[in-house]
């Protein structure tokens, strides 16, 4: 029988314990709430739909936002302007810019812009090279939601073998770090990364204990790809029209692999509110540092 792994349900405890420090560190002390900034660049309309929802769960939460929405015509240097105001402005403890940015921007130097300090992403070099490292640092949201989940669920990962596919700066590159890194509790795992321009994938697929699929193309992973018992997390999000209305499919044909993998994670439900509430949980690591 395939359990599923159920984000929604875990990301409502992490908000209340969330809650709890938020009342007794600083609703208590009087000090200002913790305070995350956001800007979107663009009218990408899966970037609009996740922004919203960022948005949202810092309302159910009760913490403070500032949405800069800047057109789809954006200079880089109009949004390195407004990030530096994010980095100066004292009232933002953290702030993420939504990525994927327009073709003509260069996202390294938007990245390399951000203050580390306030870098809740964990994307820039300073925050993903201590990740890599096994250092204190801001980690991605995702991979920390994913590591969160198989922890909550007691899911053993140490000597397991993890097939990632897809290794973008989001994803795949910092949960590949993290689920090998040195740790007995959540990591120890050891990990093919596949992407692109991975041959016969499903040679790869097949051997994996965990299969992390962050790519973006629906229906891509199927049950003949998996082996037996194998533990499935589905990160791709992308939306699909039928009829009139719009779908989030995962990367995932959840029915041809349902049955014969042990955990999956749904999409919706899954991974998508562990990413939020962690985004959330960094802010308020950086309120608490702020203080
Ligand atoms: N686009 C998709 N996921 C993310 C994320 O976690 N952070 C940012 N900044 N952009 C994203």
Redesign the pocket.
Known sequence: MTKLLNGNKLAIEIRKEIAKIIDISIKKKKKPLPHLGIILSGTNSS?IT?VNSKIQECKNIGILYSLIHLPENTTENKLIEEIEKMNQNPLIDGF????PLQKYINTDNIILSINPKKDV?GFHPENFGKMSLNMKAFY???ALGILTILKKYKIKISGKHTVVIGRSR?VGRPISILMSRKNTIIGNSTVTLTHKNTKNIDFYTKKADIIITAVGIPYFLTGKMIKKGAIIIDVGITKIKKGKKFFLKGDVDFNSVYGKASYITPVPGGIGPM?RIMLIKNTVIAALNRI
């Open positions: 970037s996740y993420i810019v939504q990525l992403d991605p949201a995702t989001i990413t």
